[in-house]
């Protein structure tokens, strides 16, 4: 789940499973898999981010692995 905010203020948490995709026209319009598009205040890249996140945080994608700088 993410959340997010509609452009009259109003804060929704979305759940990320439900994204068919995102798109900047020029506001962030993400379409559900059911059809259905939500018009929200975050950046495109925030949308990104926040779902990234969220599917990380559940396992499904991979976090980078950074291994030290050995000389």
């Known amino acids: 789940m ?3 905010t509609r452009l009259n203020k ?3 948490i979305l759940n990320a499973e439900l994204i068919r995709y995102v798109e900047r026209c020029p506001d962030t319009l ?3 898999v059911g059809g259905e ?3 929200v205040l ?3 890249d925030e ?3 926040r ?3 969220y599917h990380q945080a559940k396992n499904l994608i991979p976090k980078p692995q950074y291994l030290p700088y050995s000389s």
């Open 2 to 4: 993410i959340r997010l």
């Open 30 to 32: 993400i379409t559900l």
């Open 47 to 49: 949308v990104i981010r």
């Open 42 to 44: 975050e950046s495109l």
């Open 10 to 12: 109003d804060e929704f």
């Open 51 to 53: 779902t990234v996140a």
């Open 37 to 39: 598009t939500l018009m």
